[in-house]
């Protein structure tokens, strides 16, 4: 496993989860780390991504609730997540963006109202 994430599970909206993935330090330093997120019946979304260099990028859905962030001594990405909501129920899927794509298992979140 290249990939490997952590953190989902249920929570109340208004609530909080922290995700974790970590890589492999090859892949780790030399991609972009970020999240995708698949809904049941919805297509994968990208929910926010951090390149090698710190620069960020988020959905508009979650600008203002969500932080990403990496740990370049951990090969590890974290996305903080607040202010949930049900509609951020999904599977969450890390993802490095590098030479080559590479995807960790999925974690669910669910978000109960």
């Known amino acids: 496993v290249q990939l490997q994430a952590s953190g989902g599970g249920l929570v109340q909206a208004g609530g909080s989860l922290r995700l974790s993935c970590t890589a492999s330090?090859?892949?780790?330093?030399?991609?972009?780390m970020g999240w995708y997120r698949q809904a049941p019946g919805k297509q994968r979304e990208l929910v926010a991504i951090i390149t090698s260099g710190g620069s960020t990028n988020f959905a508009d859905s979650v600008k203002g609730r969500f932080t990403i962030s990496r740990d370049n001594t951990k090969n590890t990405v974290f996305l903080q997540m607040n202010t949930l909501k049900p509609e951020d129920t999904a599977v969450y899927y890390c993802?490095?963006?590098?030479?080559?794509?590479?995807w960790g298992q999925g974690t669910q979140v669910t978000v109960s109202s």
């Open positions: 330090r090859t892949i780790f330093s030399n991609s972009a």
């Open positions: 993802y490095a963006r590098g030479l080559l794509p590479y």
